[in-house]
């Protein structure tokens, strides 16, 4: 399908902000203005959205795409061709700084030659940072900053990633003098190294144990200390990929007091829990499909707990924190599998996920008696709050004038019928399996628009965008979505602060 760059007119019956019948007009890329009975031209291509919903494209804020810890996992063009088939317009990857590195601006350098000219989507990426020295921190992230790079991760676990008490400060420290935003990912070191040197003396190695090695109790201490360092230095964070409610409740409680707590959680912590870990009848090692971290919990309860953070408010972000290796390759999750002895400490931690996030989330929302959140809800946790948290605001998340047209049209759901089963083979990623075999889901993305162009037509070509198309993304600071700074801070004497802070 082809659209006159000059002016397109797209009708549409809803969407999460217009009322039924409500035109979007675009024009180069961006939408130009929002009506009804909009001027058109022969020149005007219009597609006629009607009964159908359109929401923002989604933007994706926790992928891994072409990182070097994931050698079999998607690189940008099969990472970003699956995000537009599932409706995301916009991922943000990460470019990770190793330990010996004492300058990240090489890293960066090679992250940008990965993804240049090669996505079908647009981009950005957050730092990882391994090895915070003062001189990154004083000299390089404002270098980043200006950059329009504007988000770091930080480990408390991994050998290879994780930062001790001290390093975490001293980035909350410079976060908080240069306004970046700080993601963390929180599980206790030393409580998973204790269990998994355990396990593995008492002969327990099978995928499965790894989720009894990551119980929930590492995510619940590695939270509430990361909350504890935040909030001592007044500095907002977002805690990534949670799972479970004991540490979800930090949050909670924090955001009550008005503290800039973000919370993060993804596909795989509502739909799917351990059991999945013990593979088939056929082959246990199936079960290294679903390895990721934190580890699936055991319990409907704690997917239900994670269900009603989505519905209210505790999380700003669901993202898929897609971070697949191929299953079956001797370099992919078969790591695990050596002289046929399972070993799940081998198995590289994560799952496939960004071309499945929107429409399982998409499935329970609406206004039904069934649905699990409203579609307003939908689109802040998949598209306008990422934007907002990681500096797109204006740009991304959004359908109103000025913004990028990055539009997704659901069908209408009486065209659905029995709805979607998802398979590998009608999904887009380079790896070989994905976690959602034969789930069901009520919708899939009808088309996907990047900057006002169609890039997925599911009736007719299916990919039909570009993959030079997509552009890096130079992002500003991004903005506090829940609670706010100079909140006063548990434990601490008003103005007892000042003295350093
Ligand atoms: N953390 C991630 O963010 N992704 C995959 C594995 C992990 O530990
Ligand atoms: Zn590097
Ligand atoms: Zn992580
Ligand atoms: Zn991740």
């Given at each position: 399908m082809k659209f006159s760059p000059q002016k397109a007119v797209y009708e549409v019956t809803a969407s999460e902000v217009l009322a039924p019948g409500i035109e979007i007009g675009i024009e180069n890329g961006k939408i130009s203005c929002l009506g009804t009975s909009l001027p058109r031209d022969d020149r005007t291509k219009i597609i006629d959205a009607k009964g159908a919903r359109v929401t923002p494209g989604g933007v994706d804020s926790h992928v891994h795409f072409a990182q070097d810890n994931s050698p079999t996992g998607d690189d940008f063009t099969s990472g970003s061709r699956s995000a537009i088939a599932g409706g995301t317009t916009t991922v943000i990857a990460f470019a990770s700084q190793l330990k010996t590195e004492t300058s990240v601006i090489p890293c960066i350098t090679e992250y940008h030659t990965r993804a240049k000219d090669k996505s079908y989507c647009d981009y950005s990426f957050h730092l990882i940072l391994t090895n915070p020295t003062p001189a990154i921190m004083q000299t390089e992230m404002p270098l980043l900053i200006k950059q329009g790079i504007t988000s770091v991760k930080l480990y408390m676990t991994y050998e290879p990633l994780k930062l001790g008490d001290s390093q975490l400060l001293a980035v909350l420290m410079a976060a908080r003098a240069l306004g970046f935003t700080t993601m963390v990912h929180a599980e206790n070191s030393d409580i998973i190294s204790l269990i998994t040197d355990r396990l593995e003396a008492a002969g327990h190695s099978s995928p499965y144990f790894h989720a009894i090695s990551r119980p929930q109790i590492a995510e619940n201490e590695a939270t509430y200390r990361i909350i504890s360092l935040a909030e001592l230095t007044d500095t907002p964070?977002?805690?990534?990929?949670?799972?479970?409610?004991?540490?979800?409740?930090?949050?909670?409680?924090?955001?009550?007091?008005?503290?800039?707590?973000?919370?993060?959680?993804?596909?795989?912590?509502?739909?799917?829990?351990?059991?999945?870990?013990?593979?088939?009848?056929?082959?246990?090692?199936?079960?290294?499909?679903?390895?990721?971290?934190?580890?699936?919990?055991?319990?409907?309860?704690?997917?239900?707990?994670?269900?009603?953070?989505?519905?209210?408010?505790?999380?700003?972000?669901?993202?898929?924190?897609?971070?697949?290796?191929?299953?079956?390759?001797?370099?992919?999750?078969?790591?695990?599998?050596?002289?046929?002895?399972?070993?799940?400490?081998?198995?590289?931690?994560?799952?496939?996920?960004?071309?499945?996030?929107?429409?399982?989330?998409?499935?329970?929302?609406?206004?039904?008696?069934?649905?699990?959140?409203?579609?307003?809800?939908?689109?802040?946790?998949?598209?306008?709050?990422?934007?907002?948290?990681?500096?797109?605001?204006?740009?991304?998340?959004?359908?109103?004038?000025?913004?990028?047209?990055?539009?997704?049209?659901?069908?209408?759901?009486?065209?659905?019928?029995?709805?979607?089963?998802?398979?590998?083979k009608m999904l887009h990623h380079g790896v070989d399996y994905t976690p959602y075999e034969g789930m069901k889901v009520k919708n899939w993305p009808r088309y996907t628009l990047l900057r006002g162009k169609v890039v997925w037509d599911r009736d007719g070509e299916g990919i039909v965008g570009d993959v030079t198309a997509g552009k890096f993304l130079k992002r500003g600071k991004g903005k506090i979505v829940i609670g706010k700074t100079g909140g006063e801070a548990n434990g601490m004497l008003e103005g007892e602060r000042d003295f350093w802070y």
């Open positions: 964070i977002l805690i990534v990929h949670m799972s479970s409610e004991i540490a979800m409740r930090h949050v909670r409680k924090a955001q009550t007091r008005m503290l800039p707590i973000h919370a993060e959680t993804c596909p795989q912590y509502l739909f799917l829990l351990s059991e999945r870990l013990k593979g088939t009848e056929k082959d246990a090692f199936e079960g290294a499909k679903c390895v990721c971290s934190p580890p699936l919990r055991h319990d409907p309860k704690d997917l239900k707990a994670m269900w009603r953070g989505i519905a209210n408010g505790t999380f700003t972000i669901f993202s898929s924190d897609h971070a697949p290796s191929t299953y079956d390759h001797a370099g992919g999750k078969k790591l695990g599998l050596k002289d046929g002895i399972m070993r799940y400490k081998n198995i590289p931690n994560g799952v496939p996920g960004v071309e499945t996030r929107l429409p399982l989330l998409f499935s329970h929302a609406g206004r039904e008696k069934d649905s699990k959140l409203s579609l307003q809800r939908f689109v802040q946790l998949t598209s306008s709050d990422p934007a907002k948290l990681y500096g797109l605001e204006g740009t991304k998340g959004n359908i109103a004038p000025g913004y990028d047209a990055d539009l997704v049209i659901w069908y209408p759901e009486t065209e659905v019928g029995e709805g979607v089963v998802i398979g590998q």
